[in-house]
């Protein structure tokens, strides 16, 4: 590469990195997103970690209670060196966005449009301004983390026969697959992608042999820890083998692709003649494929704005630009067809990009837009973390608390934490329970079993209310079918005094244990 061509190549990538960041920066200070509660249980895990109460939620408790291992450690580490927790955790977020930035404007000046940086730019800043990308940049999760280095990932198989890109190819799906496990499902494509673009046994054996050897030496570690195959999430939310949990998860991807017609039909275009179709494309083709069925499998997801779809977007991003660039090559004159091809980008992939944020809730009374949801969550988890705080000031240190949302009440609170759930328990979490018709993550609960471990509070409803909430009328105020069931059950009334607690010009409504003082 002639060093002119190597300035405007990084150029055109620093330029669509800094503009997708201020935008995307500006765009969720705009409508004030922010963390949600999940990704404050992985920034608990990482808080015990660098303070030295090891790799627990719970000090004492030995459970992986996260998936995201890569992204735990890298706020260990942060904290560790004096960073700020949530500051730490939300950096993550959009340093992964710009990373996805930068390697999809790189990927589209050499497989799209090459030898015209300004154009790949304007691609790259179209396609990451999606809300879809921004609200989960924000959010404190993974998810863009994961997209990124299994976007960088197929980015390096690409790449010209060469050894060295086999290693890089393999050390980015190891790091996707220690931030999201799904990622070990799609390695055998990779794989075969490896082999049939060299030809080359060596080179898939290298590819193969790195992969193994690295993340068999994590995953050997992680087992001999914690104990289990799999993270506890996995046997908390998941039912292998269950229809229901599948239709579900069917129903989840069709709301996505109802969500996107065009970009969808835009991208189904790019497949035409298999004859004529550039490796690229076959490898985005089967991997769309891949994390759709995964995400079938699995069921689902509960969050808003599609979170296990994130991985999928940039490569039906990209095979909707190849259709685009297609059809402005028809077109003779240069400048013309470059002036149609940004006006077709900006149609097919912003315009499906705001719809997105439209798409109706179906499950949920009343009905609210994707987006409209996220932004309730973001505001829970905000009043979940005020109702943490003043737990953690009021309440005796070393007590326990039963709390449905264990994420901010369980960092700001640094209380032990009983999870109803099974999140971080693998006694609930391990149960034998049909899912697929409940609420999804939220299906399996042993209320006797949470009871017989005697927490000292037992928190049903879990934001602060302005009036003092009647125990007559709790169940009609809090949600999950576990709380419903830890309100019935006969050892609560027994054991268990309610009272509601003024906390500032609010009410805490919570259930204290009767040996223990009231806290009026």
């Not at 990451?128 to 990124?148: D, H, I, K």
Request: glycine share 8%; hydrophobic share 50%; with cysteine.
């Amino acid at each position: 590469m002639k060093a002119t061509s190597r300035l405007g190549y990084w150029g055109a990538v620093v330029l669509a990195v800094v503009v997708t960041l201020v935008l995307g920066v500006s765009f969720a200070r705009h409508f004030e997103l922010a963390p949600v509660d999940d990704a404050f249980i992985s920034l608990r895990y990482a808080t015990n970690w660098a303070r030295g109460a090891g790799l627990t939620f719970n000090p004492g408790e030995i459970v992986e209670g996260y998936t995201n291992f890569l992204e735990v450690l890298i706020l260990a580490v942060a904290i560790r060196l004096g960073g700020e927790p949530v500051g730490a955790m939300t950096a993550i977020g959009w340093i992964s966005l710009g990373l996805l930035t930068g390697v999809f404007t790189a990927f589209a000046l050499r497989h799209l449009v090459p030898g015209r940086p300004l154009v790949a730019a304007a691609m790259g800043v179209v396609a990451m301004l999606n809300p879809v990308f921004l609200t989960w940049a924000s959010s404190g999760m993974e998810s863009l983390l994961y997209t990124a280095l299994l976007f960088a990932a197929a980015g390096a198989v690409l790449e010209e026969d060469s050894e060295r890109w086999a290693v890089v190819a393999a050390t980015l799906l190891v790091l996707a697959a220690m931030t999201r496990p799904e990622a070990l499902a799609l390695v055998p494509i990779f794989a075969a992608v490896e082999y049939l673009r060299s030809r080359s046994w060596r080179r898939a054996g290298i590819f193969s042999a790195v992969f193994l050897g690295a993340y068999g030496s994590y995953f050997v570690a992680r087992w001999i820890h914690f104990g289990a195959l799999l993270p506890n999430t996995f046997y908390a939310k998941l039912d292998y083998g269950n229809i229901e949990l599948w239709r579900r998860g069917a129903v989840y991807v069709g709301d996505f692709f109802i969500a996107v017609p065009l970009l969808a039909i835009v991208a189904l275009l790019a497949l035409g003649p298999i004859r004529r179709w550039p490796r690229w494309l076959t490898l985005f083709a089967v991997l769309v494929v891949g994390q759709v069925l995964i995400v079938v499998y699995e069921g689902g997801d509960h969050f808003a704005m599609f979170r296990f779809m994130v991985p999928v977007l940039p490569f039906l991003t990209a095979m909707a630009l190849y259709t685009c660039v297609r059809v402005s090559k028809r077109i003779e004159r240069r400048d013309l067809s470059t002036a149609v091809l940004l006006a077709m980008c900006l149609v097919v992939i912003g315009v499906p990009g705001l719809r997105v944020g439209r798409q109706l809730r179906r499950d949920k009374e009343p009905l609210r837009s994707q987006f409209e949801w996220h932004q309730f969550e973001v505001r829970l988890a905000h009043e979940w973390s005020l109702v943490g705080r003043w737990m953690g000031r009021h309440l005796p240190a070393g007590s326990s608390v039963v709390a449905l949302p264990i994420g901010a009440i369980g960092f700001y609170s640094d209380m032990k934490v009983l999870d109803p759930v099974g999140i971080v328990d693998p006694v609930i979490a391990h149960q034998d329970r049909e899912l697929g018709r409940g609420y999804t993550g939220h299906e399996k609960f042993d209320i006797d079993y949470l009871l017989s471990r005697s927490p000292d509070y037992i928190l049903l409803l879990d934001v602060a209310t302005s009036q003092p909430v009647p125990l007559e009328a709790l169940a009609h105020e809090m949600w999950g079918d576990a709380n419903q069931a830890l309100l019935r059950h006969p050892q609560l009334a027994r054991d268990y005094r309610y009272e509601n607690v003024p906390m500032g010009p609010l009410y805490l409504n919570l259930h204290v244990r009767r040996d223990l003082p009231t806290l009026r």
